[in-house]
């Protein structure tokens, strides 16, 4: 969305949903749930993504998510993580709602392993059907800005391109593409993917982003809750120093002291 | 006729026997799960949560039982 369109700078809406945390994180690769949960609190976070599996009906006793993530106060954003076809992912949908509710959801239909990178076409399929089912999908796209025009007249509530493949933690390889995706869209701009360290998080900011979508940066941190911290105050400042606006670039020095009345 | 007669099903892949006539509810709870917090699909379709008292576990289905999991 473009700064001009946005109705206030504090909370953010996404679907009609309103939310102040521009940050969402992912709950995979921790230690444990009790890690996980700590570092959802440093994050501040209000959304975080799950995925949607088997019961392992051979142990049903063993600790679950929910139990230390509780979905009545954090957002649970369901999310179609390893499909690969529409019919997967829309399949894997249907069954979150089911389970616990939710029309807000994630998709990602992926292209191949290697990359994991999006599969545009299946992409759009997937979002078409999913929104005449009543679903408000957030989809994870291409970094290409006629995909996102494609997705948002299909009814996608938020385009979240990658801005590195998955878990690479490489930062922001497509600023230029990123910025053009934010100026064209009505619905929120979100970089899923990609980020390594506090910095990135803050490039996607202050690019215009909405917001930023991260779990291998930090469950992969050497201390998850402190690099949750970071990225927390990473987003803030991103998000600040977007609104401040910055100064214009030269190509050399220019003092900050008088020149006049130099003795 | 045996007097508890089990029904063959397969969940998430393995082979089970249940007794006879058991709701899915039962089902779920026969193996230790919380109905509400699991989505149920029957023969590839979802048994909406309101109606798991209700659906009868016939002989030879096929159940996917799902739940949220930590991930990205």
């Known amino acids: 969305m473009a700064l001009d369109e946005r109705p206030d ?8 949903r309103s939310f102040t945390s521009r940050l969402i994180v992912g709950t995979g690769k921790y230690k444990d749930f009790a890690q996980n949960a700590a570092a959802v609190a440093a994050s501040g976070a209000e959304i975080v993504t799950v995925a949607v599996r088997r019961v392992n009906i051979s142990d049903p006793k063993q600790p679950m998510l929910m139990d230390f993530i509780d979905p009545a106060k954090i957002t649970y954003l369901p999310n179609t993580a390893g499909c690969f076809t529409a019919e997967e992912a829309i399949r894997t949908l249907r069954l979150a709602r089911e389970a616990g509710g939710w029309t807000l959801v994630k998709l990602e239909v992926l292209g191949e392993a290697r990359t994991l990178y999006p599969d545009m076409v299946e992409t759009l399929r997937a979002t078409e059907i999913l929104a005449k089912e009543g679903f408000e999908p957030m989809v994870y796209c291409a970094d290409d800005p006629i995909a996102a025009k494609r997705l948002e007249e299909a009814g996608a509530v938020a385009i979240m391109p990658l801005g590195a493949p998955i878990g690479s933690g490489l930062g922001l390889q497509n600023e230029v593409m990123i910025r053009i995706m934010v100026e064209q869209s009505k619905v929120p701009v979100l970089v899923d993917a990609g980020v390594g360290t ?4 803050s490039v996607a900011m202050e690019l215009g982003c909405d917001g930023v ?4 940066a930090i469950a992969e941190a050497k201390d998850p809750v402190m690099m949750a911290r970071a990225m927390k105050l990473a987003v803030e400042s991103g998000r600040l120093a977007y609104r401040a606006g910055r100064m214009g670039k030269r190509r050399y020095a220019d003092p900050s002291s008088p020149l006049a009345g130099l003795i | 006729m045996e007097q508890h007669e089990t029904i063959s099903i397969r969940i998430n892949g393995q082979h089970r026997r249940v007794p006879k006539g058991i709701s899915i509810a039962d089902l779920a709870l026969e193996l230790g799960l919380e109905p509400t917090r699991v989505a149920v699909e029957r023969n590839l379709e979802i048994v909406p949560r309101s109606t798991l008292d209700e659906v009868r576990v016939e002989d030879g289905d096929d159940y996917e039982i799902v739940t949220f999991v930590g991930g990205g």
């Open chain 1, 198 to 201: 506090a910095s990135d998080a």
């Open chain 1, 213 to 216: 979508l991260m779990n291998t």
């Open chain 1, 9 to 16: 700078d504090g909370d953010w809406q996404v679907a009609g």
